[in-house]
């Protein structure tokens, strides 16, 4: 069983497309994370979240931890923001979900 | 300069070879991690150490070992690799605090014939 589930694994969007991407967990936490990671492997935090919402240009996250839920968003959507976005969450260890891979097409 | 560094980046070997792969941080962080990460399955757990004398194993330490040199340092060994054991390997290290980020590696790709 996953501690943490992404849905969809796949996602392929048009440009300027507003992009959800949902993550639910099981266990308790201290915050949860959003991860880029790029074709070419490298993994970069987005945003790490404990309550509400965070907003980093076009990209927004929101979490609701009585529902054990978060979404991030991506406004107007880019073909470079094509990627594997990828939710975590720690507690005294991080858990992670599968991603969730996103193409942008021009 | 990166704050996780990992070599090798690449890394083609044979069964039954021993392959050691390093990482070094510089964010001063007490807390290492080596994960695998296979297509499908997302990031898993291999090894972890919260200080230079603590090493944990994670859910798939199983074919692994790991040395903690340092505060810096991290690494991890293949003892006698095989082909299942291809994957891109991250290191990662944070500071224990709560809700703090992890901080990746760039990856090492391994490639086990």
Redesign the interface.
Known sequence: KNEVEQSPQNLTAQEGEFITINCSYSVGI??L?W?QQHP??????LF?L?SGKKKHGRLIATINIQEKHSSLHITASHPRDSAVY?C?V?RN??Y????TSLTVIP | DADVTQTPRNRITKTGKRIMLECSQTKGHDRMYWYRQDPGLGLRLIYYSFDVKDINKGEISDGYSVSRQAQAKFSLSLESAIPNQTALYFCATDSGGAGDTQYFGPGTRLTVL
């Open positions: 201290s915050a994370h991860l070419g492997g490298g993994i970069v935090s790490m404990s990828i975590a720690s260890q991080f992670f979900g599968t991603g």
